[in-house]
């Protein structure tokens, strides 16, 4: 999220109300749009990492 946030200027799910809703939204699988000037290296790297959390979460 730091990277997204980083490579946007924005934070994520800023338009969303930051409640347990979007936790469980999060946990699974929501991710932020990653826009379409996000760096390719940048934005292959942000879903290795989305995908490794998502696989440390199943275990």
Known sequence: M???ELTT?????????????L???ILD???PKI???T???YANLMKSC????????LL
């Open 2 to 4: 730091v990277m997204w």
């Open 9 to 21: 200027g924005c934070k994520p799910f800023d338009n969303a109300k930051h409640d347990h809703t």
């Open 23 to 25: 936790i469980y939204n």
């Open 29 to 31: 699988g929501e991710r």
């Open 35 to 37: 826009t379409e000037d």
């Open 39 to 41: 760096p390719e290296c």
């Open 50 to 57: 989305w995908i490794l959390i998502q696989k440390r979460d």
